[in-house]
């Protein structure tokens, strides 16, 4: 069994742990090390891991540590942990947004196998969606031991250009809250039609789900099923047409270009710390 560590112990860790001890992984193998006493206290009572106050306790034996901390939390950590880590040469998983590989390498050793990864929050109840990128000094063993932890909270991918991460930190990372802000507009436009807000908000969530669900198991195009839904001059080719004059796929487009911005912008403020 993988003895694992984790740096941060907030929602992307929990949703980590919890995926990984439901798919088989012993609690007596992970530790988290993390600074709040409350979330130290709900880790242990919820998953029967042990917690730490120092990183460096956490992480002494570990074969792999996960990084589970603000991208801007990486260089106060990189001090503590560099020389435990160039000893033990772990293998080194990060799910910060924006940071670089070669990045980690300089605040970490460029002799360590590194995953930088984006999970995202639907991992909470196994239904995440993550990107993998690996180093050279990954090896086929470390890529599934990457793979595994991050498939215990729904499906992966490989990406081989790193350049590519801020797009899937701005497609799938941040994604689950674009379609929290669609379902949150939906709401509110039932509302202001005088819909009840109890009524307008289950409406919108169930359909969100369904759409969701027939989007995975019908394997079907997105274009399609949208189709199959509009009626030739019905009610969906009013709305739709109605987003086309709005330019619906310029809007996304521009919020994607400007998460993807922003994941460039975090790694970039991190150069001149
Ligand atoms: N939330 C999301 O949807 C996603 C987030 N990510 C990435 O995951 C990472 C973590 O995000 P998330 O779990 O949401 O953040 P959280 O704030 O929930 O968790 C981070 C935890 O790390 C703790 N921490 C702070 N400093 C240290 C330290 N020096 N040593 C150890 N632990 C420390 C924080 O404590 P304190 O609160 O005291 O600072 C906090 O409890 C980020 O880099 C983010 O980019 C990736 C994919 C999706
Ligand atoms: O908003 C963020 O920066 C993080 C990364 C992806 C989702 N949340």
């Known amino acids: 069994m993988t003895r694992i560590a984790f740096i941060g112990g907030g929602n992307m860790a929990r949703s980590l742990i919890g995926g990984l001890l439901k798919t ?7 530790r988290v090390a993390e600074p709040q006493a409350q979330a130290r206290e709900s880790l242990g009572r919820d998953f029967g891991v042990a917690t730490f106050v120092d990183n460096q306790l956490a992480v002494a034996d570990a074969e792999v540590l996960v990084l589970a901390v603000k991208p801007q939390i990486m260089p106060a950590i990189h001090a503590q942990l560099r020389d435990t880590l160039q000893r033990n040469r772990p293998l080194l998983i990060s799910i910060a947004a924006g940071v670089r590989i070669d990045q980690l390498e300089r605040w970490f050793g460029s002799l360590l196998p590194i995953v930088r990864c984006m999970p995202n929050t639907p991992a909470l109840i196994g239904a995440g969606a993550t ?26 991918r490989w990406i081989d250009d790193e350049a590519l991460m801020d797009t899937v930190t701005a497609l799938s990372g941040s994604g689950p809250a674009y379609f929290f802000a ?37 394997n079907e195009a997105p274009s399609v099923l949208r189709q199959r839904v509009t009626s ?34 975090l790694a970039a403020a991190l150069d001149k710390s």
């Open 24 to 30: 088989g992984a012993a609690a007596a193998n992970l």
């Open 131 to 156: 990107g993998l990128c690996a180093n050279l000094r990954v090896t086929p063993q470390q890529r599934e031991q990457a793979q595994h932890i991050l498939d215990a909270v729904g499906i992966t």
């Open 182 to 218: 669609i379902v949150e507009a939906l709401e509110d436009a039932a509302v202001a039609q005088g819909m009840p807000r109890e009524t307008a908000r289950i409406l919108a969530t169930q359909t969100c789900l369904g759409a969701g669900r027939m989007l995975v198991e019908s």
């Open 232 to 265: 030739p001059n019905g009610t969906t080719q009013a709305a739709l047409e109605s987003f086309s004059a709005d330019q619906l796929p310029r809007i996304v487009a521009r919020a994607v270009a400007a998460a993807t911005r922003r994941g460039e912008e």
